[in-house]
């Protein structure tokens, strides 16, 4: 094979990865703009990411948001486009050590996780570079992507 198939081949497969959904160019391009939110005034941190789908579910798609302040911190994942019904789970990772691992409902395609300090619930204290996984009813995994 010579150097322009093999360009071409490699442009291909690139263009294939991110036609499907699949993340893998992630590593490579890093995260896209709309991706990344670190703000705040001083002593807040707010942290966001967008869920990329996997090939259990294709279609599926979500975004989990962080942020803590001095009188409260607060944490969400929304999922949509989900084709698997019922009780998926949550969890929150740093460094493959499991911090949280919250059951979300998923309906109609749709589900939410809301948890906030002001309510009661406990809120890990998360960072860039958290990894936010969904899993559904099946246990599969369907979401997945990292706190910017």
Same mark, same amino acid.
């Given at each position: 094979m010579n150097k322009v198939s093999a360009s071409y081949l490699t442009c291909a497969l690139l263009c294939c990865c991110v036609l499907l959904g699949t993340g893998c160019t992630d590593q490579l391009? =890093?995260?896209?703009a709309s991706d990344v939110t670190v703000a705040g005034k001083a002593g807040e941190v @707010?942290?966001? =990411? !967008?869920? !990329? &789908? *996997?090939?259990?579910?294709?279609?599926a798609s =979500? @975004? &989990? @948001?962080?942020e803590m302040r %001095?009188? !409260? *911190?607060?944490? %969400? *994942?929304?999922v949509?486009?989900? %084709? *698997? +019904?019922g009780r998926g789970t949550v969890h929150l990772s740093r460094g493959g050590a499991v911090m949280l691992h919250e059951a979300i409902t998923i309906a109609l395609g749709f589900g939410d996780l809301n948890r906030d300090t002001r309510d009661g619930d406990a809120v890990?204290?998360? +960072? &860039?570079g958290d990894l936010v996984e969904v899993f559904n009813a099946d246990g599969a995994l369907i979401l997945s992507g990292l706190l910017h």
């Open positions: 391009a =890093g995260p896209a @707010k942290l966001e =990411g !967008r869920l !990329r &789908a *996997t090939f259990a579910d294709p279609l =979500g @975004k &989990a @948001k962080f %001095s009188d !409260r *911190t607060r944490f %969400s *994942t929304e949509q486009d989900v %084709s *698997t +019904a890990p204290e998360l +960072a &860039a």
